[in-house]
């Protein structure tokens, strides 16, 4: 199986940068579809983006399309996600995630079988 670790949050100003990096050991990315959600307390994990095997596709949620990118360095064994032009909204825990499978919702947390610890990221306005 494949261990997680997230790094990269911090705070920020509104409409600043950070970039997330979630570093894999134990088996290559290149086995797995992965995923960022974020969760704020009291509110369900929320799916943030999605990247395929290889990284040809990516998905989006709605809320941060335009503004975040999803990326994968399957030599460095390392998931990416640039975060620009952040808001407030964006203050979360967030959490890099593997999945074996490519049947099932990309964006549906329960389809995810590896969690990283989470990163916390702060947007002040």
């Known amino acids: 199986q494949v261990q997680l670790v997230e790094s990269g949050g911090g705070q920020v100003q509104a409409g600043g940068s950070l970039t997330l990096s979630c570093a894999a050991s134990g088996r290559t990315l290149s086995s797995y579809r992965m995923g960022w959600f974020r969760q704020v307390p009291g509110k369900e994990r929320e799916f943030v983006a999605a990247i395929s095997l290889f990284g040809r596709n990516t998905e989006y949620a709605d809320s941060v399309k335009g503004r975040f990118t999803i990326s994968k360095s399957n030599a460095a064994n390392t998931l990416y996600l640039q975060m620009n032009s952040l808001k407030p909204d964006d203050t979360a825990v967030y959490y890099c995630?593997?999945?074996?499978?490519?049947?099932?919702?990309?964006?549906?947390?329960?389809?995810?079988?590896?969690w990283g610890q989470g990163t916390q990221v702060t947007v002040s306005s």
């Open positions: 995630a593997a999945r074996i499978g490519s049947s099932g919702a990309y964006y549906s947390p329960v389809e995810y079988a590896y």
